[in-house]
């Protein structure tokens, strides 16, 4: 049997009938390859019901998500770009990187890396 058809956390509502809409899947392929796809429709019993329908990924809390999930693996990539330099450095060399950054030179190589990567991840993120 198919599953039940939930109400979202955070309302969706039909725009007919102010009410919260159902998150139901499309369970059945077709040509179109929506099959799994989510989606959003009146809730009202047939007959009741309008032609409400919006997919799950065209909502507003998908689009944040969709933003925010980029933002992050946007930071990792920058990081892992100046790691990735910094890891060919010796540690006199990653002294003065930090230096150039104002951070404090003292440490291990491994403290230093940690150190640089941090700041490169700080100044990424405040440069959004």
């Known amino acids: 049997h198919p599953p039940t058809p939930t109400t979202p956390p955070t309302a969706i509502k039909c725009t007919r009938h102010n009410r919260p809409a159902l998150l139901k ?6 040509k179109n390859g929506n099959a799994g796809r989510e989606y959003y429709c009146c809730s009202l019993p ?3 019901s309008c032609d409400f329908f919006l997919w799950k990924e065209d909502t507003d809390e998908a689009s944040r998500h969709a933003v925010e999930t980029s933002s992050e693996s946007f930071v990792r990539r920058q990081v892992s770009v100046f790691k990735a330099s910094f890891n060919g450095m010796d540690v006199p060399e990653l002294r003065n990187e930090c230096v150039r950054r104002g951070l404090r030179k003292e440490g291990r190589k491994g403290e230093l890396l940690m150190r640089l990567s941090v700041w490169v991840r700080d100044e990424v ?3 959004q």
């Open 46 to 48: 047939r007959g009741e």
């Open 125 to 127: 993120v405040k440069g």
């Open 25 to 30: 899947k499309v369970s059945r392929s077709n």
